[in-house]
């Protein structure tokens, strides 16, 4: 027997809570469910003067979150996945892995000028090291500087900041209805995506009616694909102090 109220943790970012309602649809679609959201503040929404690398540690974006399940204070806890670690804590579960938006960066510039068309020395914001990295493998003159804050105050800073450009996960503007802010999608051969990017996790306790009642919103082959690019990202022993990328897909055969 599903349960008849649950509770739902989850940062409490404008799109963090547009992901969380998105479950709370599916949900909803399957189950006769009462759903209560509770906005948890994590160490990466706090400290938002400093480049995540800097801060360091893993689960910036989860560690209260998961902390909150472990407590049963929520029943189960919805994630952009590319924020969770390849380990979880003991007694917590990936739940489910949902369909996985389109998983590239894109880029917004400031006058709308294709990527290629920057000029040499363009100062593009970002504070992923996966993002610059490969930036700087293009074109080793771009200017990097940090790039924090939600979506809107990232795009807000593209003009105060007079910056040519910034990169955001088009799954992020997809989901907020802002697709039409993007420049250029970046293709693969430019910047592969974070681990996990464009899909949600659910995360669970470990525990049978946790289990089934999550089941119905995994996407398998997202799952069998995220759980390779996790796998890999763990055999690196990568996190927020690694510029690591991958992608995968899971084909018919």
């Not at 400031?110 to 593009?124: D, Q, V």
């Amino acid at each position: 027997m599903s349960p008849k109220k649950i509770r739902i943790g989850t940062r409490g970012s404008i799109l963090a809570l547009k992901q969380t309602e998105w479950v709370v649809d599916q949900l909803r679609s399957i189950y006769d469910v009462e759903v209560e959201i509770k906005i948890i503040k994590t160490k990466g929404d706090k400290i938002l003067d400093a480049p995540l690398a800097r801060i360091g540690g893993k689960g910036l974006f989860v560690k209260e979150i998961e902390d909150a399940l472990l407590k049963e204070k929520i029943d189960l806890a919805v994630h952009s996945l590319k924020d969770i670690p390849t380990i979880l804590p003991k007694g917590l579960c990936l739940g489910a892995i949902t369909v996985r938006e389109d998983p590239r960066d894109a880029i917004i510039t400031k006058e709308n000028i294709p990527f290629k068309e920057l000029p040499k020395e363009a100062i593009i914001g970002t504070s992923s090291l996966r993002r610059q990295a490969q930036l700087l493998h293009f074109n080793p003159n771009f200017k990097i500087i940090p790039l924090r804050g939600n979506v809107d105050t990232r795009l807000r800073k593209l003009k105060e900041q007079n910056l040519d450009a910034i990169i955001l996960a088009s799954a992020g503007l997809k989901r907020l209805g802002l697709a039409d802010k993007i420049t250029e999608y970046l293709p693969f051969d430019i910047i592969l995506p974070a681990i996990g990017q464009g899909a949600l996790g659910i995360e669970i306790r470990e525990e049978k009616k946790w289990l089934e009642f999550v089941a119905p919103l995994n996407h398998t082959p997202t799952a069998l694909a995220i759980n390779a690019e996790r796998a890999f990202l763990e055999s690196l022993g990568g996190g927020c102090q690694v510029p690591v990328a991958a992608y995968a897909i899971c084909n018919e055969n």
